[in-house]
């Protein structure tokens, strides 16, 4: 079975490996020649840990092409394009119906299977706008960054979304060798699946979020409270880590999408209203932290370590790092950035300094905000950093320096 992949973000890159790992001959198509003639050398077009190695080891070579039509005519079309936030809220998908007009146009029938994430209701919808011309399933991916090549290959469960039975089968014969749960369900309740995973664990962290500002008020310790917590498997460990709120490629934007589409249905979901307000209070939080702590910000040198939106990925689309640095240059402070994956900024930021090292960013600093979770920085303690500082404020938000001190005990 030959497997054609629309698209080489990181959904379309990760589920192409992991087909390629299975044996399978794989298709890998966009649009983007400078993406594809980077791929095509062997490069990624962006840093994730163990995906090189497994493309470089694939026993049928996984071709890079900008021909679409060779993805199209494969046996399954797996469409990964981007679906970004509109300005309304709601998710765009005009990537996800070129990919399918493109599709119909050159396959005619063919199986053409939404990884992507999409809004419940747009595999039925893509099926009218290409006039019943493909067979559209949905088969959401659950992959973290960082570990994308690992979720790809080991995920917690296959959902697959089927109309057709027809359809149904030759997904669950795709996957045959993959020994995981498999949720078989149609197309509309696939897409909620996918949907509602990710803002539930949104709203975990959010909640988490809320019980560490009434923790450091009281006096209790979160880190202890969320491990009290998690002990219970009915909540779970993961996710209970308190932060400068949820960033990335797929929270926020999943998130809004999902209210929109509440919105528009006229059925509003209240609690993901409040986790998204909490989020952007959280995320807001480092800065207040400042000012409390630094009063005018004119003139004062801050050192930030961590730009990415999570450690192990160089991404920084909704990084909560870019809001407190564009906040910092708005007040005239001098900036300083360490972060040991992240290469480049938008133009915006062009006044930060970047540093080399985590200790050349605190030289003369008059505060450090540790805003990523890096593992490098838990080899740090107090006493260092304010040995290479000027200043004395320390804010950190992830509790880096408070789970490094647990780890040494
Ligand atoms: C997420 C989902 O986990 C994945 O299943 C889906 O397919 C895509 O979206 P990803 O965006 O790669 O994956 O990152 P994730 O590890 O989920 O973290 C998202 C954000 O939440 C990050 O900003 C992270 O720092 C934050 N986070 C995560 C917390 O603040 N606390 C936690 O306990 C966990």
């Known amino acids: 079975m030959t497997i054609g992949i629309l698209g080489t973000g990181y959904v379309g890159l990760a589920t192409a490996a992991s087909f390629a790992a299975r044996g399978f001959a794989v298709v890998c198509a966009d649009v983007d020649e400078k993406k594809i003639a980077l791929l095509q050398s062997g490069k990624l077009p962006f840093f994730e840990e163990g995906m090189s190695e497994v493309f470089a080891a694939a026993s049928i070579p996984v071709v890079f092409t900008v021909d679409l039509t060779a993805a199209c005519q494969c046996d399954i079309v797996f469409c990964c394009v981007g679906t970004p936030s509109a300005a309304d809220g709601s998710a765009d998908l005009s990537f996800v119906q070129s990919a399918a007009q493109t599709c119909a146009d050159v396959a005619p029938n063919a199986i053409f299977v939404l990884k992507s994430t999409v809004p419940p209701g747009t595999a039925r919808a893509m099926t009218q706008y290409v006039n ?8 959401p991916e659950f992959l973290r960054e960082g570990c994308a090549v690992q979720d790809a290959l080991n995920p917690s469960r296959i959902v697959i979304g089927a109309d057709q039975e027809s359809v149904l089968l030759v997904l669950l014969d795709v996957y045959r060798e993959v020994n995981v749960p498999v949720v078989s369900t149609n197309t509309i309740t696939a897409e909620m699946i996918k949907y509602a995973s990710n803002s539930f664990l949104a709203t975990k962290i959010s909640f988490i979020n809320d019980i560490a500002n009434l923790c450091d008020v009281i006096g209790a310790d979160v880190q202890s409270v969320a491990k009290g917590m998690g002990l219970d498997d009915r909540i779970g460990a993961k996710f209970l880590q308190p932060g400068p709120g949820y960033g990335g490629s797929c929270f926020p934007k999943d998130v809004r999408a999902l209210m929109h589409l509440g919105e528009s249905v006229g059925v509003p979901l209240r609690i993901l209203e409040a986790a998204s307000a909490v989020n952007a209070d959280s995320q807001r939080m480092p800065y ?34 870019l809001g407190l640095l564009r906040q910092l240059l708005i007040d005239g402070s001098v900036v300083t950035a360490y972060d040991p994956l992240v290469v480049s900024l938008p133009t915006e930021f062009a006044a930060v300094a970047r540093c080399s090292t985590p200790i050349d960013a605190l ?8 805003m990523t979770d890096w593992k490098e920085f838990f080899a740090f303690d107090r006493v260092t950093i304010l040995a290479a500082m000027s200043g004395t404020c320390i804010i950190d938000p992830r509790y880096v320096l408070k789970r490094s001190e647990v780890m040494v005990q």
Do not use: E, M, Y
Not at 132 to 139: E, S
Not at 288 to 315: E, I, M, N, Y
């Open 288 to 321: 207040v932290k400042l000012v409390d702590s630094l009063g005018d910000l004119h003139g004062k040198r801050v050192a930030v370590w961590g730009l990415a939106f999570k450690p192990g990925t160089d991404d920084i689309r909704d990084a909560p790092a």
């Open 132 to 139: 019943g011309k493909l067979r559209i399933a949905a088969n």
């Open 363 to 370: 030289q003369n600093a008059d505060a450090l905000v540790i």
